[in-house]
C-alpha cells in the first residue's frame, strides 16, 4: 500500500479494514465460482460436486482464490491512504475496494480468454466439472496464478 504520514494505529486500522475488504472480494470470487458451475451444470451445485470428491473442482477454486488474492493485492499500488480517521481514509477504502473488484473481473477475463488460447481443444466442463481430470484443472489454476502474478508485478 502507499502510505502517508500516520501512527502505528492508524495504520494497523487500515491494514485491518483492507483486510476485511479483501475477504469481500474473495467472497465475491467464491460466489462467482458458484454460480458459473451452477450455469454449466444444470442442476448440480458446487457444494455437492466436492462433497462427493471432485478434487479437480477444489485445485481449478483454489487457483482461482490465490490469482484473485494477487490481482487484488495489486490495488494497494493504485491507491494512497490517507492518514487520520477522515473522509479522505475512508475514501481511499472505498477506492481500493472498487480497484480490488476491478482487478479480479480483469482476472476472470483474462484467464478466460487465456484457457480458451492455451486449452483450445478441450471442453473445460466435461474434463474438470464431469471427469474430474485434475490436470487441466492444474492448467486453469495455473492460468489464474500467473495472471494474478503479472498483475502483482505490473500494478504492484
Known sequence: MNWQDGGL???????????????????AATRMRFAIFARRNEGRSWQDAIRQGNVALGIRYAGHLIGTALASSSAGGLVTFGSGISITAWGSYL?????????????????MLAQRVILSKVDLVEEVDQQQNAGVAFVEATVFVSIGILFRVIIG
Not at 494505529?9 to 467472497?27: E, T, Y
Not at 477506492?95 to 484467464?111: E, G, H, I, Q
Request: without cysteine; neutral net charge; hydrophobic residues 85%.
Open 95 to 111: 477506492l481500493w475496494l472498487v480497484w480490488a473488484l476491478v482487478l479480479a473481473a480483469a482476472l476472470l477475463l483474462l484467464s
Open 9 to 27: 494505529g492508524l495504520g494497523l486500522l487500515a491494514v485491518a479494514v483492507v483486510f476485511l475488504l479483501s475477504q469481500v472480494v474473495v467472497l
